[in-house]
Structures are given as C-alpha cells and as structure tokens.
C-alpha cells in the first residue's frame, strides 16, 4: 500500500450536498495535514493534527470540518460548499509537527457545481 | 507578498536538454529548504533538501543549490527526460515555526 492514501481521487457535487474525504496513512507518522490546492497559488495549509489533536485551523470557513478519529485516518467533511472551493485537495502526514518534510496523497480533485 | 516566489512560471524544454529553476524567498531565520516534485494528478514528492548552511544537494538529476546570502535557491535538472514533466516547487520550513511556505511552482514540460 502507498504511504499516504486518499479518497475519493476525483468529486463533483453541489452546493447543498454533504460528503466526505478521506484520507490514510500507513507511516506510522503524529501529524497529519490538510492542504487546498488551487491553480497559479501555493499550497495553503487548512488543518493540523498533531497526535489526534488538532493544533492549527488556518481560518478555514466551518463549511469545511474536519475530523481525526485516530493517528492514521483523517476525514474532510465537506458541507454547502461554493463553487470557489473547487480544488485539488491534498492529505499529507509528518513524523512529528514541525518536521518539515511531508508525505502527501495523490489529492483529490474536488468540483462544486 | 508571497515569501517565496519562483521561476519561471512554465518552461518547456527539449528531451536531454538541462534547465534551471529558480526560488528566491524572504523566510529568515529558516531551517531547512526543500524541492518538491508534483506529477500531473499527483501529490508532491520531496527530491531534495538542504539545510540553511548547505550549499548543493544531489538527487540522481536533480542537483539543487543554496546561496544564503543572495536568499536563493535553485534546482537544476540534467540531461531531462519525458518523465521530469512535472510541477516542481519550492518549500522553505522557518525557524521556530510550525507553518511551510510555499512556492507556487514552476511547470516544465519535457517534450521529445
């Protein structure tokens, strides 16, 4: 199995729908991490778990909630999103917060129609 | 502002043929500097990383440098294949913080 995983890799839904990203590990790592992806911008980094504990949410609007059950899972619930919010969404995990180097998933591409 | 900017923006190049992409940044004090490698659909993937007191760093092709003083950094890729088709982006971790900064990226196309 790949280190990162996420799912699902591609998603279209509207503005009234709710779902869910998910996103695993397999590295053994604390942290986990939610980046949104947009085109000519850098990454941006959403929400932080340290040890299932979130330590950082980068002033993310509550329409986008996430949740960390364990160390190795990660979920993105997504709810009345704007079709600005359509994006590359990528999952990463560190072996410590602070680390510096990351290890993504392979992202999921999000449309909001 | 963004703290690091890179270039160019794009860049198409001739299989075999080497290039050079640039990252000039502001973060000061910073601990490490990285170079990520993002294939189309893909996550980013580390290639190289260089502490604030290295100067070049290799990976196989991929050769990148550190000038402190100048604030800047660079990767050079020899002898390109199709495969080095990719976005190629440049991560500069501060000192005493939690938070990356990101460069937008430079695409390359290696085209035959």
């Known amino acids: 199995e790949t280190g990162v995983t996420q799912t699902p890799r591609h998603l279209v839904m509207g503005m009234t729908n709710k779902k869910s990203l998910k996103c695993e590990q397999h590295l053994g790592h604390n942290a986990m991490y939610w980046y949104k992806q947009s085109a000519k911008k850098p990454l941006e980094l959403m929400f932080v778990y340290n040890f299932k504990e979130q330590t950082e949410n980068n002033s993310v609007p509550s329409r986008f909630s996430p949740e960390c059950p364990n160390s190795s899972h990660l979920f993105l619930h997504l709810h009345t999103l704007q079709p600005e919010d359509s994006a590359l969404y990528l999952c990463?995990?560190?072996?410590?917060?602070?680390?510096?180097?990351?290890?993504f998933g392979e992202g999921s591409r999000l449309t909001v129609l | 502002k963004n703290q690091v900017e890179q270039s160019p923006q794009s860049l198409i190049i001739l299989e075999g043929k080497n290039c050079t992409l640039q990252c000039n940044y502001t973060v000061s004090p910073f601990s490490n500097l990285r170079w990520y490698k993002q294939d189309t659909g893909r996550g980013p993937v580390s290639l190289t990383i260089m502490t604030f007191s290295e100067n070049t760093k290799s990976n196989g092709r991929y050769t990148a440098t550190l000038d402190a003083d100048t604030k800047q950094s660079s990767l050079h890729i020899t002898a390109s294949q199709l495969s080095d088709s990719a976005s190629y982006i440049c991560?500069?971790?501060?000192?005493?913080?939690?938070?990356?900064?990101f460069g937008t990226g430079t695409r390359l196309t290696v085209i035959p």
């Open positions: 990463a995990s560190s072996q410590d917060r602070g680390d510096g180097e990351l290890f």
């Open positions: 991560v500069v971790n501060p000192t005493g913080a939690n938070n990356l900064f």
